[in-house]
């Protein structure tokens, strides 16, 4: 919408009940409602997008980057019904989209392919068979399958039929197909894909590679452009087998040739992407181009706006995906309200690019994407160092998110050498989710001094609003005249609680003692812009920091990192909310039970599936978290659970002894 309006283009929205307050509502010309939440009801609605199309006499429809951006039938039915597809012909979607399809034709154009099954026999059999020939460790992925979805390794025959029908269950999902292709998987390859374009006039371009080989549940988390480590020989190679693929379907408009790359750097087409990728901005940054406005300027008519000879590679470029998760839970995406969020300020080097703002919610119902971080500088270290000085600067609050791991991995001595590979974030699991230390006792201090002078900031504007008239004996402030006062305050530091003992001092400082040190405390809480800051005097260091108190949690934003302190919940509300979670299984988030494995009276062991369930556009199996006999299955096939809902209950160990 920003390139549209750039080039005098109106822009027509369309969106779900869910998303009727968004932003890209709020951003458009006009917005349409299509539907409710469920994607099959709107944004997979092809008549009901069509239908918008017209009445808004809309010239052309620009896909994104999901739902129906690889959809052969919308291209059609947009032909059909005289209305530009901003994306490739009906034809290239449909041979490349097909993955046993575009293998052969990779293969007759003389590009390097991995060896796999691509038939038409569907048999679980026939699968494992061909699985068994192959060699284990296998890829099994959907046909039709993208973004990592439909996607399972199976490491051995034992786990196969397992892992096919899982992937079955979430292809069908996202893509209402559940045909499946079986690939020998490379073990440690890198993730490299190379942007190519292509116009009505037979034009066809790469502008360079980008590497996404860090990723975890086979989805990227850090992209960069161009590919550490790989020389111009191998990367005009690169390009020109990318150029090759898209010739051979006679391709128009933004596209991506992914490969898989070995540590000899050989590489081996894996798939094409029909559309513009997420990670497009990196390839702008090294080559200073707008690949929207080629795509709207290409799907026009127009030639391609530079030739090969013209497009040239400047600097290096990283985009950090930031995302509703909790990594430390194995990245279970999570859905919530951003009470607070701050980002850094854009400017030509540093690109934000969102779709939400402050108050807005993360749904359930689609990706937990919050934003893309993108970053550019003139070499990879100088850009590695703008990408973890922005990630300091992007604070938010409401929700989990991956920002701490990003900075840890981007911090991580193997990734700063560019020795990335698909298997890093295992490989280095131990390193990248260190166990979490104790908050030190100085930054314990700025939490407790940042809460007190909150709380007077509060009751000074309380006092100044009020017609009586406070006696100076009840100064929020804690001084009381020829007394020393002292309160204790409780803090959490993860499980575990910190008792602070406060003294309040004449000249206005504070006394701070934890355990057997005592602290001398002082500062002060301003406003810049929006936010809150504390500048604090810790025995004599001085720090200032972003301070949000929200939901009795204290979180305190440093340059170099960030502090979450928790206040304690009185004993009779904790109490309360553990109830019941203990004596079965819990949905992880609010989704929908897609698949239910056991009934009342079943005899489970730990471990076992009881449910699988769809939620943020992703499969997620439910096991049992101890072994008994099930007493109750509170939800069914089709049901929609509420995040921490008791999902199954087990018997208690008295009953089932009866």
């Not at 458009?28 to 008549?47: F, K």
């Not at 690939?183 to 440690?188: C, G, H, L, R, S």
């Not at 602070?500 to 701070?512: F, K, L, R, T």
Request: with cysteine; glycine share 8%; aromatic share 8%.
């Amino acid at each position: 919408m920003r390139t549209a309006k750039k080039m005098g283009v109106k822009s027509v929205a369309v969106y779900s009940e869910a998303d009727r307050n968004s932003m890209h509502v709020a951003m458009a010309d006009e917005a349409y409602c299509i539907g409710p939440a469920p994607s099959q009801q709107s944004y997979l609605a092809m008549e009901k997008i069509m239908q918008v199309a017209k009445v808004s006499a809309a010239q052309a429809i620009h896909p994104g980057y999901g739902f129906l951006s690889e959809n052969t039938e919308f291209a059609e039915l947009c032909k059909q019904e005289g209305i530009i597809f901003i994306g490739p012909p009906s034809s290239a979607i449909r041979d490349m989209g097909i993955k046993s399809t575009s293998k052969a034709i990779m293969s007759a154009a003389g590009v390097p392919v991995v060896e796999g099954y691509h038939g038409e026999d569907q048999s679980d059999e026939c699968l494992k068979e061909h699985a068994k020939r192959i060699g284990y460790p296998v890829m099994i992925k959907a046909v039709r399958g993208g973004g990592g979805k439909g996607m399972r390794i199976a490491h051995s025959e034992k786990e196969f039929l397992d892992q096919l029908e899982s992937a079955r269950r979430e292809a069908k999902k996202s893509f209402n197909d559940d045909a499946m292709l079986i690939e020998k998987f490379v073990d440690n390859p890198r993730h490299v894909e190379v942007q190519v374009f292509g116009d009505q006039h037979g034009n066809a371009v790469y502008l360079f590679e980008r590497d996404c080989s860090v990723q975890r549940r086979h989805q990227k988390i850090i992209e960069e452009a161009p590919g550490p480590g790989i020389n111009p020989e191998v990367r005009k190679r690169l390009g020109e087998a990318a150029v090759k693929a898209a010739k051979a379907v006679n391709y128009v408009g933004a596209g991506t040739v992914e490969f898989i790359m070995d540590s000899q750097h050989n590489f081996y087409f894996m798939e094409m992407n029909t559309r513009l990728q997420v990670e497009h901005p990196v390839t702008e940054m090294i080559t200073g181009t707008d690949l929207v406005e080629w795509q709207l300027r290409v799907a026009a008519g127009e030639k391609i706006p530079l030739m090969q000879d013209e497009i040239l590679l400047r600097g290096h470029a990283f985009e950090a995906r930031i995302y509703a998760e909790d990594p430390n839970n194995n990245f279970m995406p999570g859905a919530g309200p951003l009470l607070h969020l701050s980002t850094p300020l854009p400017d030509n080097f540093i690109r934000i690019e969102t779709g939400v703002r402050q108050g807005d919610e993360v749904s359930v119902h689609y990706d937990p994407m919050i934003a893309k971080l993108v970053v550019w500088a003139e070499d990879r270290q100088a850009a590695l160092r703008k990408l973890r000085y922005s990630l300091h600067h992007y604070n938010i609050v409401g929700l989990s998110t991956n920002i701490d791991f990003l900075l840890s991995l981007s911090g991580h001595s193997q990734f700063e050498a560019g020795n990335v590979h698909t298997n890093f974030i295992p490989q280095h699991h131990d390193e990248l989710f260190p166990t979490k230390k104790a908050t030190p006792h100085e930054v314990m201090c700025q939490a407790a001094l940042g809460l007190i002078l909150k709380e007077k900031m509060l009751t000074d504007a309380f006092r100044d609003q009020s017609d009586d008239k406070f006696s100076p004996f009840a100064s929020s402030t804690g001084r009381r005249i020829n007394i020393c006062y002292t309160r204790k305050l409780s803090l959490l530091d993860g499980e575990n609680i910190v008792d602070v003992a406060v003294s309040y001092n004449q000249d206005g400082s504070y006394s701070m003692q934890i355990q057997d040190k005592t602290f001398h405390v002082s500062g002060e809480i301003f406003n810049e812009g929006d936010s809150v800051y504390l500048r604090s005097s810790v025995n004599g260091t001085v720090c200032k920091s972003k301070l949000v108190i929200l939901d009795n949690t204290i979180y305190l934003f440093f340059p170099e990192g960030r502090a979450q302190i928790g206040l304690p919940v009185p004993k009779y509300l904790s109490s309360v909310s553990s109830v019941g979670i203990q004596s079965g299984a819990v949905a992880p988030m609010t989704g929908t039970i897609e698949k239910v494995f056991v009934k009342a009276g079943d005899q489970v062991q730990i471990g076992d599936p009881l449910m699988v369930m769809i939620a943020m556009k992703m499969e997620h199996t439910i096991r049992a978290p101890k072994a008994g006999v099930i007493k109750k299955v509170n939800f069914q096939e089709g049901a929609q659970a509420n995040r921490h809902a008791p999902l199954v209950e087990f018997m208690d160990e008295e009953a089932e002894s009866k």
